[in-house]
């Protein structure tokens, strides 16, 4: 009966995506094209897709099938029942308060099984969600978890969003882009964000009430937000609120890793850090191994704990035998700090370092899905994964989108903008329209190569002579070819001044689809969206993304 009740509901999950999205049947266009191809992604990243050998060992299954055949066979063998239990309890204490789905009781409770495996994404807990990728994050996870359920009937998968409430960055999180205009939230920082009261966020909805107006999709916004931020007494349930809110019904299950029982489970290991620095010795290994290459995201500490008190969270630091918490009077011996960890787990916050191995630790995890800065730094903590023998999780890009409307696409077309030619950088891409467009046809490429061959053919005889022939023929060279360069910018500027209206209409355009030459997805919040398409827009980017096809999707509504 359990694996007929399973197919049926996930062939219900599939049925209810196509019928929430049948309006946009014939209104929207998904295309994709490699990531590689936008110029926002790394070389790093570029290598990971292309399963370069540079990278192998750096990471453990690739985001295929076969990897997560391997990943579930790996993963099985090592997390146990104990483990299992003690994330059930501690996860149904958090949701106590929480109105929850059917889809998301039921991935709670698959959690105690064997055949249980999570997939998971982590993200700040940025007022009012921050910027758009937030949805592409939990989504990707969504969808990959239902790919995978087709794909292996026989295993539950549950999609995990892991809400970074140990941060302490507040400048990165009190903010939201809306239309162009910053909505801030001003209050004095200190201490890990998951606990700051939400007490002053009246004023930070009132200030975005007045952008909205009072349409359907307008009222249920300023609800999502009054209801989160006003009813919750701290960011970390506010935050919570909204994720379930908006994912709640697609099974999401949302974890708070700032917690005592789910920390008595990362014991050994901060014990490990305080006393061994395996963290520090292994990571750095591994970046002198990456650093000819690539470029390093995040540099070990000898110890990568913080200590955190109700408005602090401070960084440890083993100095003169004993164990100092940075910028207070605190102080610990050996035995001290050890006492301190068994007695009082939930006051040691593992760094951005040490969070993932916490991750892996306490869930049944199979992959971590994130963007190119994440993936880049979990490929520096492999070794020190193999050290401690967790298994190391499969990485997957997360999905990135470009939002266009059709009247922006029927632009392009008018302009002969290609999908690809959008992402240039703007300099690149109005040169390159205005002397396609140009009358006047003077090859400088071709007039470059010729003068070169005619030097070529002055070097040969320079080199039977004097070598200050030589040298005097290499000076002219440089001269007429740099006057060459010379030229063609002159005539460059002279046609964009020529072709002005086509300049300002690309540069508008591009502008409108890539606010501040970057990746609208990491300017826009989410709301703009939802104030047009309300809910279908949701629906849409769930249909659109394909977290395995490893491809950026451009998504014309």
């Given at each position: 009966?359990?694996?007929?009740?399973?197919?049926?509901?996930?062939y219900?999950?599939?049925?209810?995506?196509?019928?929430?999205?049948?309006?946009?049947?014939?209104?929207?266009?998904?295309?994709?094209?490699?990531?590689?191809?936008?110029?926002?992604f790394?070389?790093?990243?570029h290598?990971?897709?292309?399963?370069?050998?540079?990278?192998?060992?750096?990471?453990?299954?690739?985001?295929?099938?076969?990897?997560?055949?391997?990943?579930i066979?790996e993963?099985?063998?090592?997390?146990?029942?104990?483990?299992?239990?003690?994330?059930?309890?501690?996860?149904?204490?958090?949701?106590?308060?929480?109105?929850i789905?059917?889809?998301?009781?039921?991935?709670?409770?698959?959690?105690?099984y064997?055949?249980?495996?999570?997939?998971?994404?982590?993200?700040?807990?940025?007022?009012?969600?921050g910027?758009?990728?937030?949805?592409?994050?939990?989504?990707?996870?969504?969808?990959?978890?239902?790919?995978?359920?087709?794909?292996?009937?026989d295993?539950?998968?549950?999609?995990i969003?892991?809400?970074?409430?140990?941060?302490?960055?507040?400048?990165?999180?009190?903010?939201?882009?809306?239309?162009?205009?910053?909505?801030?939230?001003?209050r004095?920082?200190?201490?890990?964000?998951?606990?700051f009261?939400?007490?002053?966020?009246?004023?930070?909805?009132?200030?975005?009430?007045?952008?909205?107006?009072?349409?359907?999709?307008?009222?249920?916004?300023?609800?999502?937000?009054?209801?989160?931020?006003l009813?919750?007494?701290?960011?970390?349930?506010?935050?919570?609120?909204?994720?379930?809110?908006?994912?709640?019904?697609?099974?999401?299950?949302?974890?708070?890793?700032?917690?005592?029982?789910?920390?008595?489970?990362?014991?050994?290991?901060?014990?490990?850090?305080?006393?061994n620095?395996?963290?520090?010795?292994?990571?750095?290994?591994?970046?002198?191994?990456?650093?000819?290459?690539?470029?390093?995201?995040?540099?070990?500490?000898?110890?990568?704990?913080?200590?955190?008190?109700?408005?602090s969270?401070?960084?440890?630091i083993?100095?003169?035998?004993?164990?100092?918490?940075n910028?207070?009077?605190?102080?610990?011996?050996?035995?001290?700090?050890?006492?301190?960890?068994?007695?009082?787990?939930?006051?040691?916050?593992?760094?951005?370092?040490?969070?993932?191995?916490?991750?892996?630790?306490?869930?049944?995890?199979?992959?971590?899905?994130?963007?190119?800065?994440?993936?880049?730094?979990w490929?520096?903590?492999?070794?020190?994964?193999?050290?401690?023998?967790i298994?190391?999780?499969?990485?997957?890009?997360?999905?990135?989108?470009?939002?266009?409307?059709?009247?922006?696409?029927?632009?392009?077309?008018?302009?002969?903008?290609?999908?690809?030619?959008?992402?240039?950088?703007?300099?690149?891409?109005?040169?390159?329209?205005?002397?396609?467009?140009?009358?006047?046809?003077?090859?400088?490429?071709?007039?470059?190569?010729?003068?070169?061959?005619?030097?070529e053919?002055?070097?040969?005889?320079?080199?039977?002579t004097?070598?200050?022939?030589?040298n005097?023929?290499?000076?002219q060279?440089?001269?007429?070819?740099?006057?060459?360069?010379?030229?063609?910018k002159?005539?460059?500027?002279?046609?964009?001044?020529?072709?002005?209206?086509?300049?300002?209409?690309?540069?508008?355009l591009?502008?409108?689809?890539?606010?501040n030459?970057?990746?609208?997805?990491?300017?826009?919040n989410?709301?703009?969206?939802y104030?047009?398409?309300?809910?279908?827009?949701?629906?849409?980017?769930?249909?659109?993304?394909?977290?395995?096809?490893?491809?950026?999707?451009?998504?014309?509504?």
């Amino acid at each position: 009966m359990y694996f007929y009740e399973k197919l049926f509901k996930k062939y219900a999950i599939i049925e209810r995506n196509r019928n929430a999205t049948k309006f946009f049947e014939f209104a929207m266009k998904v295309t994709h094209i490699p990531f590689q191809k936008t110029g926002f992604f790394s070389k790093m990243m570029h290598n990971y897709l292309e399963k370069n050998e540079n990278l192998k060992p750096f990471y453990n299954n690739f985001p295929d099938i076969q990897g997560f055949y391997n990943q579930i066979e790996e993963k099985s063998i090592s997390f146990c029942l104990q483990t299992r239990i003690t994330l059930l309890n501690t996860l149904k204490v958090q949701y106590q308060n929480l109105a929850i789905s059917e889809n998301t009781a039921d991935n709670l409770a698959y959690l105690q099984y064997k055949n249980t495996f999570t997939i998971t994404t982590g993200h700040q807990l940025n007022l009012f969600t921050g910027p758009l990728y937030f949805l592409y994050k939990i989504i990707s996870t969504i969808n990959l978890c239902e790919e995978l359920s087709e794909k292996f009937p026989d295993k539950n998968f549950v999609p995990i969003y892991w809400m970074a409430t140990e941060d302490h960055d507040f400048d990165e999180i009190n903010y939201f882009n809306f239309k162009g205009k910053k909505v801030s939230w001003n209050r004095k920082d200190g201490g890990a964000v998951g606990r700051f009261s939400t007490v002053g966020l009246e004023e930070v909805f009132k200030v975005f009430s007045a952008h909205l107006g009072n349409s359907k999709n307008a009222i249920f916004l300023k609800n999502l937000f009054s209801e989160a931020y006003l009813q919750n007494d701290n960011l970390a349930a506010a935050t919570r609120f909204i994720a379930n809110e908006l994912f709640g019904k697609d099974g999401l299950v949302i974890v708070d890793g700032n917690d005592k029982e789910l920390k008595k489970l990362l014991i050994p290991f901060i014990k490990d850090d305080l006393i061994n620095e395996t963290s520090f010795t292994e990571v750095s290994k591994t970046i002198t191994d990456l650093e000819n290459d690539y470029k390093i995201q995040v540099n070990p500490r000898n110890i990568n704990l913080f200590y955190l008190e109700k408005n602090s969270r401070e960084r440890i630091i083993f100095e003169n035998n004993l164990y100092k918490i940075n910028n207070t009077n605190f102080q610990f011996s050996r035995e001290e700090i050890l006492n301190e960890v068994e007695n009082h787990p939930e006051k040691f916050s593992p760094n951005v370092l040490l969070r993932p191995l916490y991750q892996e630790v306490i869930l049944p995890n199979l992959c971590y899905i994130g963007g190119g800065g994440e993936i880049a730094y979990w490929m520096q903590l492999k070794g020190f994964f193999n050290k401690v023998e967790i298994p190391f999780p499969i990485l997957l890009l997360r999905n990135s989108v470009q939002v266009m409307s059709s009247k922006q696409s029927k632009k392009m077309e008018k302009l002969f903008i290609s999908n690809d030619e959008i992402f240039l950088n703007q300099y690149e891409l109005i040169s390159q329209k205005v002397l396609d467009n140009s009358e006047i046809e003077i090859q400088f490429d071709e007039k470059k190569i010729f003068l070169q061959k005619q030097f070529e053919e002055l070097k040969k005889v320079a080199k039977k002579t004097d070598v200050s022939f030589l040298n005097a023929v290499n000076a002219q060279e440089k001269k007429h070819l740099n006057g060459l360069a010379n030229l063609e910018k002159r005539l460059l500027k002279a046609e964009k001044k020529r072709q002005q209206d086509l300049v300002q209409k690309i540069t508008e355009l591009q502008n409108e689809l890539l606010p501040n030459q970057s990746l609208e997805e990491r300017q826009r919040n989410f709301s703009e969206y939802y104030l047009e398409y309300g809910e279908s827009f949701i629906e849409v980017l769930k249909k659109s993304l394909k977290p395995l096809q490893l491809e950026f999707t451009i998504l014309e509504l």
